[in-house]
Every structure is written in structure tokens, then in C-alpha cells.
């Protein structure tokens, strides 16, 4: 090459790299474990660690007054946003319901492209189960990878959204579904699912090859039949730990939230889920640890062999899994350098262990706890209180299922030494006493977790919940601050001495990070269920929030997720995006409503009728539609539908599949017999509200 080209090449090189606004730079995998480098959100977490720290400090505890919305896109068919954006060279990536992916160029706020996977056409009878929720996606190397609903994952090229591969990590029709983002690292990208309570279920965890989509490794959760064989050592050594036919009933484990990369040890944690069933007694009869429910495992990350575990609740029965995020640490104690690994799972202890080797330093509560009374230190095992078993008839237990911290992440600043942790307070009662422990068996494709579940309405005020700073070291709160209600979303914080989070009543917060003062809000005019991330384009730092109300308190959780007043379909759904000096107005949003339910006095309720209706509604029709037919929010509320009204219509729903487009599945095995019930329990549901309403 002469030097007059090797000049114009140079020249070229430079002009793409400078004068053309979105150009990416090149991929270097060590950002995604630079602390130091806020420019981007590479991956769920911003980095490996998931610490969802950003040492960005423009916008920072002084300078906050000034920060005002700069932009907002609007995505006008995303239901539910409950995902972290990434944000990467300049484009964000925003996940919304049903997978559907948006590409915004953060310069000029153009959608760049939008990518559908079509989920609910495609779901088949995995429809039935998974929600339209999705928490994101990962990137590795100019590639993004979608996971759906239904369970495919797919690679995408990130600067058109074209599809480049596309491959199914669960049996069709099946039962197991995803929420939860992938990770990627060294080339590959993992995937876990859920579906425990849906099904005689069997969690696993794949890693694919992030170029092509070949599977790579698969690392199953609990051991499988053993007649079969066992799958590798981890599985033998899991099998001594139950007992009876477990293979039977799944077992569980279902990964479906946290999965930590550790490039230190090159290991992947993942944070396994609940038992399939949750009550031990038809799952592992006569107890058992029943590994690895429950627990924080340890893979080699390039094999997926085992390496070492924890589990935080030996033989679960309450629904207590270890999904919540998993989050790398590197600090002091007593002088000692300790590479940690901090965990809040659902159960309410705060643990540190020891990520070179599983051993647990510290777990101490951090919410209220009466399930056990301490983990002991010799044994690393919780003491459990009697009872909590519900091995005497019904028990009010704390956590309940919800957990004291569920899926919406905590944050971690190594400036204040603190970790943001959004908590709930909030029982659950547990029966089992009507279950045929002895020869229950679960289907599929319905909600069976083998525990008594009523199809009625929770209260509104069934638990309270609060943000926190929590101190690893004393393990106890320097600050905490109640919110309203319960579910809200995950924390993010930043080198500005800032935590910010997002609120189930529409506001965004930011508090001083080291004690808990709030120093700024903004009214976002709909429910927020997603995580805030900061990012910085040519040099100016950025906060971006998608709101759109969400989750599994929008879905199963009745008046809990309706108090706040977003019914399903009428608040817009958008992108908010904050800067220092931002002067944008939010496009009109009305106020927070209540749902009326339709009255029709010449319906005639029949007591048989509504007695089928309940038995359907806790099996089915509660999982998406709310306990005692009052909707959270993330579906249409029924008492106020005028479908339900017309039982022709509703039967063309509800069995021929109507709705399927939309989201609504199709349950051809109903007879109309079975609509009518439902009919009849809905509209019961109706006049208790109408009537409630007139008696006010
Ligand atoms: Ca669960």
C-alpha cells in the first residue's frame, strides 16, 4: 500500500470514527468489567459485576436540581416495561412486552429499528403460562440476543436488528417460558427459564455460542429420574439429597432472574429458584436438602461443570427462591481483601460468600423473618422456627411468596460501602391441609404448587415496603425509607453520591447515596416497574427509564397492584430520558384511575355456577386476570369487560382463541359450561364491587 492510501485509509478510519454520529466503537470485552467506565450499559447489571453502579458524577448529589426530562419516545404497544435498557455507543436498547426490542439512536431519539419476535402467535400452549414481561437482553460483539416468552433465544445484528440466528431452548408447547435477560461472556451467551409452578417442572440453564446458536453446555438445576442416568457428578451428589419419586414432579430450581459472570474465577453464579411443587411433602417426601433448590451455584463458566454451591433454604417449601440478583464485591473486612458475593434473596436474610469458594462470611435478616430465627454460622444452615412448615394446618409466615426482596435489582456503590435494596414486608399464608399431598401430581400449563391458593382478592394493604442502604459490614440499614404500597422498582447509583429508583405511583426519586435525603423527583404519570440506567453520549451524562407499570403484581396480585391506579391499556407506555438543563415536557398522560365494574341487575348469579367459576379462576384465569377477578393492571379487569357480558363472545375467547393475538390464550378443553361459570364468578366479583361502592 503506497503512502498516499495508507494516508487516505488513515483518513477514512478517522472520519468514521469522529464525524459520524452513532459509529461504534470497537468491542472490547474488558469494558464489561471496567467499574471506571460509565459511557455505557453493556450488560443487565452495566457490567459483569452487577453492581448497577456508574461512576458517572455530572448529574451528582449538587448539580440535581437542574436535571429535567431532555426526551421521551413513546412505544405505544409495549404493555408492561419492566427491563434495563442498554445503552452501548450511543444506541439504547429497550425491551418491552412480549419481546419485542426498540433501537433508539440517543443522539437523534429515531427509532432505528424494532424488532418482534411475534410471541404470542407463536407461543402455542406456552401462552397459557408466560406473562409479556421481559427484563432485557444482553450484548456481546456488535450481536444482541432476545429471549422470548416462549423460550427462543435469538441473535440479532445490533446496528439494523437483523435476525441472525435463532434457536429454542425449551420443548414447544411447553410449560417452562422466560422473563429473565441472558448473559454473555468469552463468545457464549446463557439462558435460564421459569415455569416451577406451572408444571411438573426441571430447571436448566444453556449456554449458546453467541455467533451461531449452537448449543454449547447445559447444567440442570435438581437431578432427573435415575434410572435414566444422571447428566453429570453434581447430579449424583443432588440425588442423595431428596427422596421418594421426585422426578416426578420436576423438582423446580427453574432459573429464571440472576446469573453473575465472574471473570476474576471465570465462574457463572446462578441464582436457582423454589421447589416444583413448593410443598415438600408431595415433592421430597420425608425431606431432604433437595439440591440445588434454592441456591447459589457455581459453574465453570466455559464447561458448565459444577464448582461449588450455597443454598440459602435447605428442602424450600415457601416459595422462597434465590433468582434475586447476584452481585460481585470486592471489599474489605477486618483488613482482609475478600472477593464476595452479596445476595438478598426472597427468604430475608442478607448473605456474603466467599465467590472463590462457596463459603458463607455472614447472613444476617434484613426485613421481617419468621420462617427461622439465624443462620448458624458453624453449619451455614437457616434455624428454622416450627411450624413455618405449615406441618400443622394453616401459618401466617414472613416473607410470604412475594419475598422480602423480589426480582426489581438492588445496587451497590463502592463509595459509601452500601447496597440499595428495594424490600418488602409482607406474610404469606400457607395450607396445605386440603391437598391430597400423597397422590398429587401436576399437570401443566396451570398454577399448581401444591399449597392451598384461593382465587379471592388480597387486600391492598397486605404488606408494606421500603427502600434501604444497607451495610454489608455491620449487616444493618444506615438508612431506610418507607414507600408506598408495594412493587416498586429496581435501584441504580452512581459516583454523584446519588440512588435512584422508580416508584409504583408514577415517581421517579433520587436520594444522596451515603444517607438517604431525597434530593430530586419527577412525576413520570405511570406506575414505574423498571430499573433507571445512566450512560453518557459525547461527554454529557444521561438517565433513561422506560414506564410502563408491570410484573407479577400486575398480573396475579389483584388490589396489591391496582391501588395505584394504572388499568391495563390506558396510561402510555414510553422512554424517558433525563439530562442536566432538560426542558422537555411529557407528552399528556391522564391522571390515575380507578376500574368501575359494568353493573347488569338482570343477571341472576347462580351459587353452583360460581362455585365451578372459582375452581377454574385459581387454576387458570387468576395467574394473569388477579386474584378475585380485580386485575393489578398488566390485563384488562374483567368485572369492567363487556365481553364477559356476552357469553358468545366470551366463549369465542376464551375456547375458540379469539384473543390469542393479543396475548389472551385459548383453552379449548373448557366447556361452554365452564364459561358460563367463569361468567358467573366474574360477575359475582362485579356486583361485590358494585355493592361495596353504593354501601360507601
Ligand atoms: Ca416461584
Known amino acids: 500500500m503506497s503512502y498516499r492510501s495508507r494516508l487516505s485509509a488513515a483518513s477514512l478510519i478517522f472520519l468514521l470514527a469522529f464525524l459520524i454520529p452513532g459509529q461504534a466503537a470497537a468491542f472490547d470485552p474488558a469494558e464489561l468489567d471496567d467499574e471506571t467506565n460509565g459511557t455505557n450499559w453493556l450488560t443487565h447489571g452495566r457490567t459483569h459485576s452487577e453492581q448497577r453502579y456508574s461512576p458517572l458524577d455530572e448529574i451528582n448529589a449538587d448539580s440535581i436540581s437542574k436535571l429535567g426530562l431532555a426526551w421521551s419516545v413513546d412505544l405505544p404497544d409495549a404493555r408492561q416495561l419492566v427491563s434495563t435498557t442498554l445503552a452501548i455507543d450511543g444506541i439504547l436498547y429497550v425491551t418491552s412486552s412480549f419481546s419485542v426490542v426498540t433501537a433508539i439512536d ?24 408466560l406473562w409479556s414481561t421481559s427484563r432485557g437482553v444482553a450484548y456481546w460483539d456488535g450481536k444482541i ?60 440453564v444453556t449456554a449458546y455460542d453467541a455467533n451461531t446458536g449452537e448449543q454449547i453446555w447445559r447444567f440442570f438445576i435438581v437431578p432427573g429420574n435415575p434410572d435414566d442416568g444422571f447428566e453429570d457428578n453434581a447430579m449424583k451428589m443432588a440425588a442423595k439429597t431428596w427422596n421418594g419419586e421426585w422426578w416426578k414432579h420436576g423438582g423446580g430450581g427453574n432459573v429464571w432472574n440472576a446469573m453473575t459472570y465472574d471473570p476474576d474465577y471465570n465462574h457463572l453464579y446462578l441464582g436457582t429458584g423454589n421447589g416444583s411443587p413448593w410443598n415438600q411433602r408431595i415433592r421430597s417426601p420425608g425431606g431432604g436438602d433437595n439440591l440445588f433448590l434454592c441456591s447459589i451455584v457455581a459453574l465453570d463458566a466455559d464447561t458448565g461443570k459444577y464448582k461449588w454451591h450455597y443454598q440459602t433454604v435447605p428442602g424450600e417449601a415457601w416459595d422462597y427462591n434465590s433468582a434475586m440478583d447476584i452481585v460481585s464485591v470486592d471489599f474489605k473486612v477486618q483488613d482482609r481483601d475478600v472477593k464476595a458475593i452479596m445476595h438478598a434473596p426472597k427468604n430475608g436474610f442478607f448473605y456474603i460468600i466467599n465467590r472463590s469458594n462457596g463459603k458463607l462470611l455472614s447472613a444476617r435478616p434484613f426485613a421481617k423473618i419468621t420462617w427461622a430465627s439465624e443462620v448458624d454460622m458453624k453449619t451455614g444452615r437457616p434455624v428454622e422456627r416450627p411450624g413455618a412448615r405449615y406441618e ?56 399448581e404448587a401444591g399449597v392451598s391458593f384461593g382465587a379471592d382478592d388480597a387486600p391492598a394493604d397486605s404488606g408494606t415496603s421500603g427502600l434501604m442502604g444497607w451495610d454489608p459490614l455491620t449487616q444493618s440499614a444506615t438508612w431506610k425509607i418507607p414507600n408506598p404500597g408495594m412493587w416498586h422498582g429496581g435501584t441504580m447509583t452512581t459516583g454523584g453520591n446519588l440512588v435512584f429508583q422508580g416508584r409504583a405511583d408514577g415517581l421517579l426519586l433520587a436520594y444522596r447515596a451515603d444517607n438517604g435525603e431525597k434530593v430530586w423527583e419527577y412525576n413520570a404519570k405511570h406506575g414505574i416497574s423498571a430499573p433507571p440506567i445512566t450512560y453518557a453520549v459525547d461527554g454529557k451524562q444521561y438517565i433513561a427509564l422506560p414506564v410502563g407499570w408491570g410484573g407479577g403484581i400486575a ?16 396510561h402510555p407506555r414510553r422512554l424517558l430520558v433525563f439530562a442536566l438543563d432538560g426542558k422537555a415536557d411529557l407528552p399528556p398522560t391522564p391522571p390515575p384511575t380507578a ?72 383453552f379449548e378443553e373448557y366447556t361452554e359450561n365452564d364459561v358460563l361459570a367463569i361468567q358467573h364468578f366474574v360477575r359475582s366479583k362485579a356486583r361485590l364491587e358494585l355493592n361495596a361502592a353504593k354501601a360507601e
Not at 161 to 167: D, I
Not at 393 to 398: A, F
Not at 437 to 442: E, G, K, L, R, V
Not at 557 to 562: C, E, F, L, Q, V
Open 595 to 666: 376500574v368501575v365494574a359494568i353493573d347488569d341487575p338482570e343477571f341472576v348469579l347462580d351459587d353452583a355456577l360460581i362455585a365451578r367459576g372459582t375452581e377454574i379462576w385459581s387454576d387458570t384465569c387468576f395467574w394473569c386476570h388477579g386474584g378475585g377477578a380485580v386485575s393489578g393492571g398488566g390485563t384488562p379487569d374483567l368485572r369492567a369487560s363487556k365481553i364477559v357480558l356476552d357469553l358468545k363472545a366470551m366463549s369465542q375467547v376464551v375456547r375458540k382463541g379469539a384473543l390469542v393475538p393479543r396475548g389472551m390464550p385459548q
Open 145 to 204: 440476543f432476545v429471549p422470548t416468552g416462549d423460550g427462543r433465544l435469538i441473535g440479532l445484528d445490533a446496528k439494523t436488528g437483523a435476525e441472525l440466528w435463532s434457536t429454542m431452548t425449551v420443548e414447544p408447547d411447553s410449560y417452562y417460558y422466560i422473563t429473565g435477560a441472558p448473559r454473555a461472556f468469552n463468545g457464549k451467551v446463557v439462558i435460564g427459564n421459569g415455569g416451577t409452578e406451572m408444571g411438573p417442572a426441571r430447571g436448566y
Open 392 to 447: 400443622d394446618g394453616e401459618e401466617l409466615v414472613w416473607p410470604g411468596p412475594l419475598g422480602a426482596h423480589n426480582w426489581a435489582p438492588m445496587s451497590w456503590n463502592p463509595n459509601t460501602k452500601l447496597m440499595y435494596i428495594p424490600y418488602h414486608d409482607a406474610p404469606g399464608l400457607y395450607n396445605d391441609s386440603k391437598i391430597k399431598t400423597a397422590t398429587f401430581q401436576a399437570t401443566g400449563h396451570k398454577f
Open 106 to 129: 440517543a443522539r437523534t431519539q429515531k427509532v432505528l429499528w424494532r424488532y418482534d419476535p411475534q410471541v404470542t402467535m407463536k407461543a402455542g400452549k406456552t401462552l397459557r403460562v
Open 555 to 570: 398480573m396475579t396480585a389483584g388490589s396489591i397492584g391496582a391501588q395505584h391506579g394504572w388499568p391495563y391499556g390506558v
